[in-house]
Structure formats: C-alpha cells, structure tokens
C-alpha cells in the first residue's frame, strides 16, 4: 500500500464517524442511548421525529458502527456500540462549550432558570449522601434508572413525583439529577419540590460524569 493510499484509506475511515455525528438529530439520538438500549419507537417520541425518519438516521449511524440493534419479540432496540460513543459524545459537548460560549448561557437560562434552581455539584452530593443530609433521587424513566443508576438514588420519573411527594422527607435536602447538563427534567423536579416547600437542589452531572468519578452502581 502507497502512503497516500494508507492516509486515504485511514482518514476515509476516521471520517466516517464525524459523517455519521454531523446531524444534530443523530447526535440527540446517541445522547439519548448513553442512557440505555431504546426502541425506534421511543426514540421517535424522544426526538419528535416521524418512525420512518429516526431509522433513517438510525441506519445512518448502524453503518458508522456507532450503535448496534438486538430484537425483543416484535421490537428493535438500539444500544450504543460501546462507552467509547458516549466518551467521543461527552468529548464533543466539551469541545462545543469551550468553542461556543452562548452554549453555555443558553443552558444556564433553560435550565438552571437564570440561577433560579439551586445546584449542588458530584462532590458535594456524595457528601451530603453519606452524612444522611440528603435524599437522592433519579428523575429519569424507570427504565433507565434500571440500566443503570448512580449508588443510592432513589427511583422517581419526573412525571410521577408528585403522587411521591408524601413519601420523601422535609427535613432532608432532596437532590435531584437526570440525564446530564442539558436535561430538564431535573430542573421540572426541583421547581416541583420547591413549590412544595422541600429544600430541593439540582445536580448538573449525570451517570456519564458519575462513572468517571469511579462510583457507578
């Protein structure tokens, strides 16, 4: 093989990955399975997108080999090639912020509602945790607390907290976290709690970050 042969084939290759990430709709659709395996039909939900057009882009990253698919009866389920995606995912996301500046202002007025929900960060979480000065609980779907979950959380999707509001302590800091940075759902739950006169907190870093800290249950 010619060096200009090996270069073309090697980058061709590496340039395949990028191809597959440069749709922002095929990059939700990889932020959405760092969370677990999904179906079509829930990815569709997930991204607002028709069924026909989330396995066209779907099918676009299965040739990347950036996701894998496995049947379950009459469903297919899609899953991540591996935790390198969601390293390279996370990667990006970093590279972004650094790059564009009012990624990060837009983020902090969606979601932390112009400083309006009080955060508390990993460290401090972990802190508070194991002291018993805090209740944590995942406001992702069940589902993917059951796939994975950070060590202690207590399982309440986001949409059903309120009927468990009863059941969560008013002399305990209740924090809250979901998917990640860019995810609301935490940000619902803690506006929820506060209305409720709990002491609620968010916390930004989901199980990607969790799983760095080396804590993951």
Same mark, same amino acid.
């Given at each position: 093989?010619?060096? $200009?042969?090996?270069?073309?084939?090697? +980058?061709? &290759?590496?340039?395949?990955?990028?191809?597959?990430?440069?749709? %922002?709709?095929?990059?939700?659709? !990889?932020? =959405?399975?760092?969370?677990? %395996?999904?179906?079509?039909? $829930?990815?569709?939900?997930?991204?607002?997108?028709?069924?026909?057009?989330? #396995?066209? &882009?779907?099918? #676009?990253?299965?040739?990347?080999? !950036?996701?894998?698919? *496995?049947?379950?009866?009459? =469903?297919?389920? =899609?899953?991540?090639?591996?935790? &390198?995606?969601?390293?390279?995912? *996370?990667?990006?996301? /970093?590279?972004?912020?650094?790059?564009?500046?009012?990624?990060?202002?837009?983020?902090?007025?969606?979601?932390?509602?112009?400083?309006?929900? *009080?955060? !508390?960060?990993?460290?401090?979480?972990?802190?508070?945790? $194991?002291?018993?000065?805090?209740?944590?609980?995942?406001?992702?779907?069940?589902?993917?607390?059951?796939?994975?979950?950070?060590?202690?959380?207590? #399982?309440? %999707?986001?949409?059903?907290?309120?009927? /468990?509001?009863?059941?969560?302590?008013?002399?305990?800091?209740?924090?809250? +976290?979901?998917?990640? %940075?860019?995810?609301?759902?935490?940000?619902?739950?803690?506006?929820?709690?506060?209305?409720?006169?709990?002491?609620?907190?968010?916390?930004?870093?989901?199980?990607?970050?969790?799983?760095?800290?080396?804590?993951? &249950?």
């Amino acid at each position: 093989m010619e060096p $200009r042969e090996f270069k073309s084939y090697v +980058y061709g &290759h590496f340039a395949r990955i990028s191809k597959a990430l440069s749709s %922002p709709k095929r990059v939700e659709l !990889v932020d =959405y399975l760092t969370q677990g %395996p999904k179906t079509v039909e $829930r990815l569709s939900a997930e991204t607002n997108m028709s069924t026909a057009n989330t #396995s066209k &882009h779907l099918q #676009s990253l299965l040739e990347a080999r !950036v996701v894998t698919f *496995h049947k379950e009866k009459n =469903y297919v389920y =899609y899953s991540l090639a591996d935790d &390198h995606v969601a390293g390279l995912l *996370h990667t990006i996301k /970093h590279l972004a912020e650094m790059q564009f500046s009012d990624i990060t202002h837009v983020r902090k007025d969606y979601i932390d509602r112009n400083e309006r929900i *009080h955060m !508390v960060d990993l460290k401090e979480m972990m802190t508070q945790l $194991r002291n018993g000065e805090a209740v944590l609980i995942d406001v992702r779907p069940e589902d993917e607390y059951i796939n994975e979950h950070i060590d202690g959380a207590r #399982s309440i %999707p986001v949409q059903n907290l309120k009927e /468990h509001l009863s059941s969560l302590p008013k002399d305990k800091k209740i924090i809250a +976290y979901c998917r990640g %940075p860019y995810c609301a759902f935490a940000t619902q739950a803690v506006e929820m709690l506060l209305i409720n006169g709990f002491e609620a907190y968010r916390m930004e870093e989901g199980i990607h970050e969790w799983k760095e800290a080396g804590s993951i &249950h």
